[in-house]
């Protein structure tokens, strides 16, 4: 028994690993093929600062309004707040909001190209297939 389980998390961690690549792929390919100026954060995160803002950042426990607006990278939008935003603990969303969002300062617009693994991964949700790379408008409105 504890052999197939070790074999299965092998191979978990391997399609992990590949998915990360091939990620990382698509993210990339859509940085150039956009022109965009963006960061990498070692996590499979990029972000893209298009106005720094000059409030207060973040930190991963806190409160936020963002607006945003959420799309494939073929651009078709999958979500999409009103423009006067919505509120929400860091704590709360997927992994690349509570990581991307304290990159920006109360005020801030930019863009977080987030790898699968750090949205909604294998398993996709509402819409969202599996494995998905997501792309999110950003614009960090309130620190509380």
């Known amino acids: 028994m504890f052999i197939s389980i070790f074999v299965f998390s092998a191979c978990k961690k391997k399609d992990q690993k590949d998915q990360a690549q091939i990620d990382e792929g698509i993210i990339t390919k859509y940085i150039t093929d956009n022109n ?3 960061t990498a954060t070692g996590s499979g995160l990029y972000y893209v600062m298009e106005t720094i803002g000059t409030g207060i950042k973040p930190n991963p ?26 509120t ?9 909001w ?3 969002i304290p990159y920006f300062k109360k005020g801030g617009k930019g863009k977080l190209l987030i790898p ?3 949205g909604y991964g294998p398993n996709g949700t509402n819409g969202i297939p599996a494995n998905s790379v997501l792309i999110f408008d950003i614009h960090l409105i309130d620190v509380y």
């Open 88 to 96: 929400f603990g860091l704590q709360s969303v997927i992994k690349g």
């Open 36 to 38: 965009l100026t963006a």
């Open 61 to 86: 426990a806190s409160q936020v309004k963002v607006a945003y607006k959420g799309y494939f990278t073929d651009g078709s939008v999958f979500d999409q707040s009103a423009a006067t935003g919505i």
């Open 116 to 118: 699968s693994a750090l």
């Open 98 to 100: 509570t990581e991307g």
